[in-house]
Nanobody
Framework: QVQLVESGGGLVQAGGSLRLSCAAS????????MGWFRQAPGKEREFVAA????????LYLDSVKGRFTISRDNAKNTVYLQMNSLKPEDTAVYYC?????????????????????WGQGTQVTVSS
């Protein structure tokens, strides 16, 4: 069983930055692909970013490329999402997720069904 706990959300003005963290339990964290998803009010949850277990390959939603960066520290069992140049349309609940064996050799998984464990979410609100 893996438990994921997100933190770092909050209220920020457009153009600002936030850094989300996701702390994972379990001794095999380094073997999981990790992803971030978000759900805005009235919308379906969508993929934001993902990173392979080694950290060598990442994947991003087109609208966040160049603004968001996913990274991981396997020694701390933590994955991060650095969010810069935030826009009001980035407002959502952000969820961290862990995938056991999902994705390919070159790419981390990006489909929700490929993820096995989910955090409770953290709210990000960007004001205009």
């Amino acid at each position: 069983q893996v438990q994921l706990v997100e933190s770092g959300g909050g209220l920020v003005q457009a153009g600002g930055s936030l850094r989300l963290s996701c702390a994972a339990s379990g001794r095999t964290f380094s073997s999981y692909a990790m992803g971030w998803f978000r759900q805005a009010p009235g919308k379906e949850r969508e993929f934001v970013a993902a990173i392979r277990w080694s950290g060598g390959n990442t994947l991003y939603l087109d609208s966040v490329k160049g603004r968001f960066t996913i990274s991981r520290d396997n020694a701390k069992n933590t994955v991060y999402l650095q969010m810069n140049s935030l826009k009001p349309e980035d407002t959502a609940v952000y969820y961290c997720a862990a995938s056991i064996g999902g994705g390919t050799y070159y790419s981390p998984p990006y489909l929700q069904g490929q993820y096995d464990y989910w955090g409770q979410g953290t709210q990000v609100t960007v004001s205009s």
